[in-house]
């Protein structure tokens, strides 16, 4: 009898932190998680002064910078914020958006997007105003979820930047 009762304490605690050697589990904090770190660091980009130097520490994460984008190829693809439609529009200073890259890995995604106030010169290094990066971590800790049409399933808690760090504006 105590031979079981050992063995079905020891499953229990080897299941709630199995995180330990797949990276996930309910018991294993986000600390311990190596892709949590890379996402953060990622995400603590965005905290840092706007000037170049922000710019180029953020596209070196996609393997690029200022001096290899293809501006010609982003101004095809800029996008006009609306007031009111666009929740990063803000008069003046961010007015057009372009994505630039993504990283997409098993636990997080990521992309990065410049912004300028005016489309007429086009994005160009000296026309940048702001740069961010967006993304969302998979937490591996999932939860009951549902409502009335679908019933009852399991959800997965996500993280995004604007979780772990507000926003300076």
Known sequence: ???????IILSSVALLFNGCISGWGWLVPYNLQPSYHQFKNMCKLN??????????KI????????????WEELNGRALKLTKGFNLDYIEGRLEYRVKV?????RRYDISVDLYTNTNNKGFSKETITHIETYGSWKTRRYFLDGNEGTGIYWSEETLSCSNLFKNKE
């Open 1 to 7: 009898m105590k031979k079981l009762l050992n063995f």
């Open 47 to 56: 905290e840092l002064p706007n000037n170049e130097e922000k710019y180029n």
């Open 59 to 70: 596209l070196r994460y996609f393997d690029t910078s200022l001096d290899t984008l293809d």
């Open 101 to 105: 890259a993504t990283i997409q890995k």
